[in-house]
């Protein structure tokens, strides 16, 4: 008894968190898993060293939805801070001939019952990584936005600013 509880305790906070997620308006329809960080919008040169800032954040890029367009995009990813685990949301449009990706919102909470207050930083340093209009490359089914990182030059070599977060398409979450 006291097993069935706990697992009906976890089941409604798990549904909890993510009840707290943002979404685009479009129905979501392409789901793409990361795959690593980027140099530039390769696939085949992911970075031997992860960007400090994300490693010291501890920031883990999980996943991000679409919809049929490839107009609206939702990134998620994972933080801790001050011993709470946080979770950040981010919805913005995707300009497919400019290649550039505009944050429209963003959400962070926490997701191990931690004052969402913990995850305030974390949040602050993702949207700053997404404050200005993002460059992306998408090429069949892969995606690498590019975000600007301290480090980038040592990461990628000599003259780089930025680093790519990359996704590979993984499933079509909506079937006609």
């Known amino acids: 008894m006291k097993k069935v509880i706990l697992g009906l305790s976890l089941a409604t906070l798990a549904s909890a968190s993510f009840a707290q997620d943002i979404n685009f308006g ?3 329809r392409w789901l793409a898993q990361f795959g690593s960080y980027t140099c530039g919008g390769a696939a085949n040169a992911p970075v031997l060293k992860e960007p400090t800032e994300l490693r010291n954040r501890a920031v883990v890029f999980t996943y991000m939805t679409t919809d049929y367009t490839l107009d609206n995009g939702k990134f998620v990813a994972s933080f801790y801070e001050k011993g709470t685990e946080c979770r950040y949301n981010l919805v913005g449009d995707a300009d497919n001939v400019d290649m550039i990706f505009t944050k429209t919102n963003s959400h962070a909470y926490s997701i191990n019952g931690g004052a969402v207050e913990n995850c305030a930083e974390g949040k602050a340093y993702l949207d700053s990584l997404f404050a200005a209009p993002n460059k992306y490359f ?12 301290a ?3 040592e990461v990628c070599g ?4 930025h680093v790519g977060i990359f996704f590979k398409k993984a499933a079509k979450t909506k079937i006609d």
């Not at 000599?158 to 600013?161: F, N, R, V």
């Open 138 to 149: 998408y090429k069949h089914g892969t995606m690498s936005m590019q975000v600007a990182v």
């Open 158 to 161: 000599e003259g780089a600013t």
């Open 151 to 153: 480090d980038a030059a």
């Open 26 to 28: 479009a129905q979501e």
